[in-house]
Every structure is written in structure tokens, then in C-alpha cells.
């Protein structure tokens, strides 16, 4: 008995190249539904190939695509190779597991009219990562761009200038008026994972949030200790080269607490979040990014 592959080349000798591309007005080689008067013509079982049958959705003959067949794990895992390969020697910047940068900053005036000794809680800065994956928060900066201390009437009285972390141990800061206390901080990096259903950063969740008392700060996991100082300033080294892992889809919030007199400062401050993102896949790359030092 002839094989299937016998049969398809005997009938393509005299077939125009059945059931493949039949011959439409020479020298022309396309798929018969692309000659209106020719598809009219040709019945319904020439129309079908060999591997086709009633319900196919398309046919190889008609449009000169075959028709998907499933996959064995043999062929799944060439197909898999070829795209890996691809992925390496071809297109390496459209892998899936591709490094994804990204850099928040964000800068707030406090009001001073909010702020309290008990402590009033502001969000500085946020960003959306992804499960399924690795994310890396390799730079964490706080900023004070500038601390002025003010007089009974709301004028101000000295400015300490901008605070960029040469003196991390300057906090707190005293008031010029001894009537008027100190001025003290405290930093947290707060991981509030996001429901499944979220789609993007504004999928669910509330804008960014303060001033508040410190007990309205979410209480979810801190991807590192609070800190009261400027270890983390915006000029020194020590914000950088960090290597906070995280593997949820969540997000990531960089909080402030200040603990000051109402009226006596007026502060500008911010925080600057920055890292990368990989995707999981065959490379391992995620996996490298929560488990290797990358310096």
C-alpha cells in the first residue's frame, strides 16, 4: 500500500502541486481562494488536502498555510531550541528575559502645618514590579533638597540647605529655637503585594498616599530594615550597588516619617528607586539576578 507521502507526490505531478499551491494562469504559483474564478470552479473535495478533512478551519491548498498539528515533546523542544538559538545569535534584545531598567524619583514639599512629634507619614516614591520573574532594587536614594527651620510666625528662620548624605549621622537636626525641638526621620521600604487581577499600577491601587499617622502605613513585608539616618543619600556610594530581591507582582514604596513641630519646618524631599527586572525562561537570567552578586 502506498504511504501518504507517495500518494501527495503522485497527485501533485499532474495537480498543479496538489494539495499544496495549485497553479493559477501561468507562470503564477499561488493559493487557489487568491483566483476568485478558479476557487468558484474547483469542488470542495479538491479544495481540501490530503491531511485535511470536514471542519478544518483553513486549508493548506486554499491559502497555503498548513493546518497546526500537535506537537510531540520531540518537537516541542526543537521548536524551543530554534528560538533559544534565535534568541542568542540573532535576536538577543527580544528574548523574554531581557533586562528591563527602570528609575522612579519623586519630590514632595511637606506641609508644615501636618507635621506632628508623634510622626506624619508621606509615600515618596513607588514602583510596579512583576512576578514570574526576578526584581532587583539596586539603588535606593533619599533626598532632602532642602530643610528650612521656621519662626513662630511660619518665616523662615535658617535653612540647612540641601542634605545629600556627606553627613549621615546629621539627624536629627536641631531647631535654632530650643522651643522648637528637633527634627527626626525614618525611612521604610515597604513591598505591598498587588491582587492577580491588576493589571498595571493603577489596577486597584490607591494613588500615592500622605500626610498620614505612621500606623496608616501598610503593614506588609519591609524588603529591608527601617533606617533613621542618611546612609542612603543621594551622593554617596552606598546607595548604590545594592541587590534587594523581590518575586511578586507588588509594589515596591519607599515611605518617610517626619517627626517635627507643626509650623517651625518646611521641607523638600524625595526618594529615587532604581533596579531591573527579568523575566523567568530557559537563560536561567532570573534566576542568576536573585541568586549572584551582579557588581
Given at each position: ?31 487557489i481562494a487568491f483566483d476568485p474564478p478558479t476557487f468558484l470552479e474547483t469542488p470542495d473535495y479538491q479544495r481540501s488536502g490530503i491531511r485535511e478533512g470536514p471542519g478544518s478551519p483553513y486549508f493548506w491548498r486554499d491559502y497555503g498555510w498548513p493546518y497546526p498539528i500537535l506537537m510531540d515533546a520531540a518537537q516541542r523542544k526543537a521548536a524551543a531550541d530554534r528560538r533559544l538559538s534565535s534568541h542568542r545569535h540573532v535576536l538577543p534584545a527580544d528574548t523574554p528575559e531581557r ?197
Amino acid at each position: 500500500m502506498a504511504s501518504l507521502e507517495e500518494i501527495e507526490r503522485d497527485l501533485a505531478r499532474g495537480a498543479g502541486d496538489f494539495p499544496h499551491d495549485p497553479i493559477v494562469g501561468p507562470p503564477a504559483r499561488v493559493p487557489i481562494a487568491f483566483d476568485p474564478p478558479t476557487f468558484l470552479e474547483t469542488p470542495d473535495y479538491q479544495r481540501s488536502g490530503i491531511r485535511e478533512g470536514p471542519g478544518s478551519p483553513y486549508f493548506w491548498r486554499d491559502y497555503g498555510w498548513p493546518y497546526p498539528i500537535l506537537m510531540d515533546a520531540a518537537q516541542r523542544k526543537a521548536a524551543a531550541d530554534r528560538r533559544l538559538s534565535s534568541h542568542r545569535h540573532v535576536l538577543p534584545a527580544d528574548t523574554p528575559e531581557r533586562i528591563r531598567y527602570w528609575d522612579e524619583l519623586r519630590c514632595v514639599d511637606l506641609p508644615p502645618q501636618r507635621l506632628v512629634t508623634t510622626g506624619t507619614a508621606f509615600e515618596l516614591v513607588r514602583v510596579h514590579l512583576q512576578k514570574f520573574g526576578t526584581g532587583v532594587v539596586e539603588r535606593i536614594s533619599t533626598i532632602f533638597d532642602d530643610v528650612t527651620a521656621l519662626d513662630g510666625e511660619g518665616v523662615p528662620l535658617f535653612s540647612f540647605g540641601p542634605l545629600p548624605g556627606n553627613q549621615p549621622c546629621i539627624l536629627p537636626l536641631a531647631h535654632p529655637d530650643p522651643a522648637a525641638g528637633v527634627l527626626a526621620v525614618q525611612f521604610r521600604l515597604v513591598v505591598s503585594e498587588l491582587p492577580d487581577f491588576s493589571l498595571g499600577i493603577t489596577a486597584g491601587v490607591p494613588p500615592y498616599q500622605g500626610p498620614l499617622p505612621p500606623a496608616a502605613i501598610p503593614s506588609d513585608e519591609n524588603l529591608r530594615p527601617p533606617w533613621s539616618e542618611l546612609r542612603q543619600g543621594y551622593d554617596v556610594l552606598w546607595s548604590d550597588l545594592l541587590q534587594h530581591v523581590v518575586g511578586v507582582d507588588c509594589l515596591v514604596r519607599l515611605w518617610i516619617i517626619v517627626f517635627a513641630q507643626p509650623n517651625r519646618w518646611a521641607l523638600r524631599v524625595g526618594g529615587r528607586l532604581a533596579g531591573y527586572w527579568n523575566s523567568a525562561g530557559r537563560l536561567g537570567v532570573a534566576l542568576d539576578a536573585a541568586t549572584r552578586r551582579t557588581l
